[in-house]
């Protein structure tokens, strides 16, 4: 079986072939201001290009809310989509082949679990991106609730005072601990402004940096043993961008270590490395 993949984030995406599981071939466009449904289908359909006539089906993993109406955005700030947008709908009409969406972040738990080791049966994927998003394994099963908003763990607060995030609420885990909250903090520290990997570059030498990225780390880990203290977690896998970054996970597996033992959990790195959420996108034909 061939999949076109795609995976929608809010500021880039990724195409791919991927071939019985195996991701065979890549592509990478900037998100694109996101107003009609049928011009932003065309978009990505033209640059899936040759892909298209070899693929048995279409996966999307994208940030938002998705339900069977489409997509909508809970954190505009992310990626502001007009809502409900019927994308799935519009691909399966231009395309004629059938369409599978999924929230990213839960799609890419449905990958790494299938990526697992050990017998698992209850496991939390977290990516750290441009925003925070999950996907939660309950008992083996992808576990996405009656409206598809479970696994949005990147808005559970973890302050009572600040910062607000776009979602609406205080203290998300998101407003605090995402590629675009890191930033702003950056920028309100350095002068000129620079990048979230200059950042990751300078934390060695430079504690204001060191001190945005361990603020993030923090959020992560306060997330994580919450979600073990609710769910009894087996494991959490991490990714994303700065999920993934030169030193992340040691420094979110260090505070942890902090906290009282039976709210621990171990947290290893995606399989699926940056590509967690595409190949994600995929495997919704996998049950």
Not at 41 to 48: P, R, V, Y
Not at 255 to 270: G, L, M, W
Request: aromatic share 6%; net charge negative.
């Amino acid at each position: 079986m061939r999949t076109l993949a795609i995976d929608i984030g809010g500021t880039k995406i990724a195409l791919g072939l991927v071939e019985q599981g195996t991701l065979v071939e890549r592509r990478q466009i900037a998100t694109p201001t996101v107003n009609d449904v049928n011009l932003f289908a065309d978009t990505l359909l033209e640059c899936a290009g040759e892909w298209l006539s070899r693929c048995d089906n279409i996966g999307v993993s994208t940030t938002g809310l998705v339900t069977e109406q489409g997509i909508s955005a809970i954190n505009p700030d992310t990626l502001a989509f007009p809502a409900p947008f019927p994308l799935a709908q519009a691909l399966e009409k231009k395309s004629l082949l059938p369409v599978s969406m999924l929230n990213d972040a839960q799609a890419a738990a449905w990958f790494e679990y299938t990526q697992l080791d050990s017998q698992v049966e209850n496991m939390a994927f977290i990516t750290v991106s441009t925003g925070v998003g999950g996907g939660i394994i309950i008992n083996g099963r992808l576990h996405q609730g009656q409206s598809g908003l479970a696994g949005h763990i990147g808005h559970m607060s973890v302050s009572l005072s600040e910062p607000k995030c776009g979602c609406g609420q205080i203290g998300c885990v998101e407003a605090i601990a995402s590629g675009t909250a890191i930033q702003k903090a950056s920028n309100q520290c350095f002068s000129p402004p620079i990048s979230n990997i200059e950042l990751f570059e300078k934390a060695d030498s430079n504690t204001d940096a060191e001190a945005i990225i361990c603020q993030s780390a923090q959020a992560i880990a306060i997330l994580c043993c919450n979600l073990k203290a609710c769910l009894d977690l087996d494991v959490i896998v991490l990714g994303g961008g700065i999920g993934l970054a030169t030193g992340y996970l040691t420094r979110v597996n260090q505070a942890i270590k902090t906290r009282p033992a039976a709210f621990q959990v171990p947290v290893v790195a995606a399989k699926g490395d940056y590509d967690a959420c595409l190949l994600g996108a995929a495997f919704q034909f996998r049950e």
